[in-house]
């Protein structure tokens, strides 16, 4: 089992940064079996990935609208994921999730909702125009 709480939301200018982090708490052996994402819910929206990294942190994935301000990344011995966000936009506005593949092999890279076994309860990240 794990349980993933998110931080780091809060009201920003357009063009300002952001920094979101993703804590577990479980056992370490499940947190690093992991492959992890980050997802956003927009007002009126589905929920959509952002984005992902794999076991070992090799292999990273981004939607489009966030490709070159958004970074992802992950401390196994700290159980954390980060997600650096710069130059936000108004349309980055959402409800933030973190979550997790607990079943996924090293180098894999989990993007399909469904995958993810574990979900965090959400931060919300506002972007003023």
């Known amino acids: 089992q794990l349980q993933l709480v998110e931080s780091g939301g809060g009201l920003v200018q357009a063009g300002g940064s952001l920094r979101l982090s993703c804590s577990a708490s479980?056992?370490?052996?499940?947190?690093?079996?992991?492959?992890m994402a980050w997802f956003r819910r927009a007002p009126g929206e589905d929920r959509s990935i952002v984005a992902a990294?794999?076991?070992?942190?090799?292999?990273?994935y981004y939607t489009d609208s966030v490709k070159g301000r958004f970074t992802i990344s992950r401390d196994n011995d700290k159980k954390t994921i980060s997600l650096d966000m710069n130059n936000l936009l108004p349309e980055d506005t959402a409800v933030y999730y973190c979550?997790?593949?607990?079943?996924?092999?090293?180098?894999?890279?989990?993007?399909?909702?469904?995958?993810?076994?574990?979900w965090g309860q959400g931060t919300p990240v506002t972007v003023s125009s």
């Open positions: 479980g056992r370490t052996y499940t947190f690093t079996r992991s492959s």
């Open positions: 990294i794999s076991r070992n942190g090799g292999n990273t």
């Open positions: 979550a997790a593949d607990s079943n996924a092999i090293l180098t894999k890279l989990t993007t399909a909702e469904s995958e993810f076994d574990f």
